[in-house]
């Protein structure tokens, strides 16, 4: 099986910093992208970021500018580095993988938990 989770969310204020990592494991031949959704109360899951494996990175318009997604394919691992972080990007943020299992020729895709960023004015 798969597994993905997320670490690195917390409390902070507006202005501040955080990093939110995504670890993927279980029996993947190859991840084929990785990125970085949201969703705040109220309001549907958008896409903050993401990166095909090899790729560009692409982000939404909202962060452009203030975060940066990185992926370590040694260690299956993406990050979102999120600076000057504002009240408005509260919301619980969910990692979402691509990948490929041994023995298939399909791609599938997992979700994580979701971990919680909290910006106070």
């Known amino acids: 099986q798969v597994q993905v989770v997320e670490s690195g969310g917390g409390l902070v204020q507006t202005g501040g910093s955080l990093r939110l990592s995504c670890a993927v494991s279980?029996?993947?031949?190859?991840?084929?992208?990785m990125g970085w959704y949201r969703q705040a109360p109220g309001k549907q899951r958008e896409l903050v970021a993401d990166?095909?494996?090899?790729?560009?990175?692409n982000y939404a318009d909202s962060v452009k500018g203030r975060f940066t997604i990185t992926d370590d394919s040694a260690a299956n691992t993406v990050y979102l580095q999120m600076n000057s972080l504002k009240a408005e990007d509260t919301a619980v943020y969910y990692c979402?993988?691509?990948?490929?299992?041994?023995?298939?020729?399909?791609?599938?895709?997992?979700w994580g938990q979701g971990t919680q960023v909290t910006v106070s004015s």
């Open positions: 279980g029996s993947i031949s190859s991840i084929n992208a």
């Open positions: 990166i095909a494996r090899g790729g560009s990175p």
């Open positions: 979402k993988v691509l990948v490929s299992l041994y023995g298939e020729y399909i791609t599938r895709q997992y």
